[in-house]
């Protein structure tokens, strides 16, 4: 996987407030977007992740509905002695659904990847070649070779 840097933007605008552990196996608190950024800055400073997590307040999509909202933009991580990338090249938001997070490790867990990253299983689908197109095209392959 490639090294990721991340920016994660929550919303202090919103109201709204989720009950939610920090970390896996603790108890579940209330977060208001305050607290969730409090939070985040306590875990990136903890795992010595300042030069790869960034966080700030603005905007994170949602505005009408009930908060907090957070949004994750995923820029590759520049190699030493190059300016950083401002060309995201993913994102992910929890728009109303962070609550639904097993903690709020995860926000940074899942997106940066890694040892500590989310692990999921490669999808089946779309670019997935079905297995008889793929003996067919190692058959076509050898008689071209014979």
């Known amino acids: 996987m490639t090294a990721r840097r991340l920016v994660i933007t929550v919303c202090p605008r919103e109201r709204g407030a989720v009950a939610l552990p920090i970390t896996r196996g603790t108890r579940a608190v209330r977060l208001d977007a305050a607290t ?9 400073a ?3 992740l300042a030069d790869r997590v960034g966080l700030r307040e603005g905007c994170a999509g949602g505005c009408s509905g009930p908060g907090p909202n957070v949004s994750v933009e995923v820029f590759p991580l520049a190699r030493p002695g190059e300016r950083p990338d401002h060309v995201a090249v993913g994102w992910k938001t929890y728009v109303y659904s962070i609550g639904t997070l097993d903690c709020l490790a995860t926000v940074i867990d899942e997106n940066l990847g890694g040892s500590r990253g989310a692990r999921r299983r490669p999808s089946r689908g779309w670019p997935h070649r079905p297995r008889r197109a793929c003996r067919l095209l190692t058959r076509l392959r050898a008689s071209r070779n014979a």
């Open 36 to 44: 969730i950024l409090r939070h985040l800055e306590g875990m990136v």
């Open 46 to 48: 903890e795992r010595g």
